[in-house]
T-cell receptor
Framework: NAGVTQTPKFRVLKTGQSMTLLCAQD?????MYWYRQDPGMGLRLIHY???????AKGEVPDGYNVSRLKKQNFLLGLESAAPSQTSVYFC???????????????FGAGSRLTVL | LAKTTQPISMDSYEGQEVNITCSHN???????ITWYQQFPSQGPRFIIQ???TKVTNEVASLFIPADRKSSTLSLPRVSLSDTAVYYC???????????FGAGTTVTVRA
């Protein structure tokens, strides 16, 4: 049982290039999230999804797009990378938060992105 | 989602008990309080969750007073390996937008 897997783990981009980060979970979780974490800072929510085919904006969505075509996968895209997007990106999933709050997030190991 | 407030940092020494208090004044009736731990260069991991009174597991204890407007994570006899960032998150049933605060950086010294 792998939990939440993020690929790639590391990537270096030039300004203006595009790329996609993949998050895959094998726990049949309904909800998935993308966060970014800058050095010495906390987690900031980029986008999230409450089910297959749905996405919603978080606190810092600008410059990113997401898709959830399959329940187990949540993709984060950068169409035109900027140095300000240099960060560590974490994906997380949770079973559901509809019935109660008694559920916990499972995080991936992170994807470190550097934009030159 | 109930807004949470925690201290930015705390220093301790090996063998001491560390207590981190999180304030969540607008917590709702069905909300649960969850704490996560994040080591450098790793993703956060769940350590403990509670609704009221006291919860204890092999890693920590969580104390929640009757009014539930705050909670205290207690790490007994810390070691150097407990150096990490600790996040308090209040999760509401039906609230999907799970945003974290800045967390508390705990530094344990020898």
């Amino acid at each position: 049982n792998a939990g939440v897997t993020q690929t790639p783990k590391f990537r270096v981009l030039k300004t203006g290039q595009s790329m996609t980060l993949l998050c895959a979970q094998d726990m049949n979780h309904e909800y998935m999230y993308w966060y970014r974490q800058d050095p010495g800072m906390g987690l900031r929510l980029i986008h999230y999804s409450v089910g297959e085919g749905t996405t919603a904006k978080g606190e810092v969505p600008d410059g990113y797009n997401v898709s959830r075509l399959k329940k187990q996968n949540f993709l984060l895209g950068l169409e035109s990378a900027a140095p300000s997007q240099t960060s560590v990106y974490f994906c997380a999933s949770i079973e559901n938060v509809v019935i109660s709050g008694a559920n916990v997030l499972t995080f991936g190991a992170g994807s470190r992105l550097t934009v030159l | 989602l109930a807004k949470t407030t925690q201290p930015i940092s705390m220093d301790s020494y090996e063998g001491q008990e560390v207590n981190i208090t999180c304030s969540h004044n607008n917590i709702a009736t069905n909300d649960y309080i969850t704490w996560y731990q994040q080591f450098p260069s790793q993703g956060p991991r769940f350590i403990i969750q509670g609704y009221k009174t006291k919860v204890t597991n092999e890693v920590a204890s969580l104390f929640i007073p009757a009014d539930r407007k705050s909670s205290t994570l207690s790490l007994p006899r810390v070691s150097l390996s407990d150096t990490a960032v600790y996040y308090c998150l209040v999760v509401s049933g039906g609230d999907y937008k799970l945003s974290f605060g800045a967390g508390t950086t705990v530094t344990v010294r020898a």
